[in-house]
Nanobody, 122 residues
Framework: QVQLVESGGGLVQAGGTLRLSCTAS????????MGWARQIPGKQREMVAA???????NYADSVKGRFTISRDNAKNTVYLQMNSLKFEDTAVYYC????????????????WGQGTQVTVSS
């Protein structure tokens, strides 16, 4: 099992910044990816930023140029720096981790954090 603990959410005015953190513990495999998703009530959860297995990063179009994902492997921690926040960024943000065998990246186990609320006032 893997545990993910998020922090850093809160209330911010439009144009402001927030930094989310997520620390993983437990049975973290040798091949993992970590990322962030968000969910608005009544809508599907969407990935906003994530690391790939090769260490590159992917971003949703809606956050490109404003959000930056980074990580500290020694601390099993991933961060999401959110700049120029917009009202439409308001959501619950979830940390995501995938453990996978090195011979089949599609056969992953997926874990989610408990979520942290980000509210952007217009």
């Amino acid at each position: 099992q893997v545990q993910l603990v998020e922090s850093g959410g809160g209330l911010v005015q439009a144009g402001g910044t927030l930094r989310l953190s997520c620390t993983a513990s437990g049975s973290i495999g040798s091949v993992t990816t970590m990322g962030w998703a968000r969910q608005i009530p009544g809508k599907q959860r969407e990935m906003v930023a994530a690391f790939t297995t090769s260490g590159t990063t992917n971003y949703a179009d809606s956050v490109k140029g404003r959000f930056t994902i980074s990580r500290d492997n020694a601390k099993n921690t991933v961060y999401l720096q959110m700049n120029s926040l917009k009202f439409e960024d308001t959501a619950v943000y979830y940390c995501n981790l995938r453990n996978m065998p090195h011979w089949d990246y599609s056969a992953y186990d997926e874990y989610w954090g408990q979520g942290t609320q980000v509210t952007v006032s217009s």
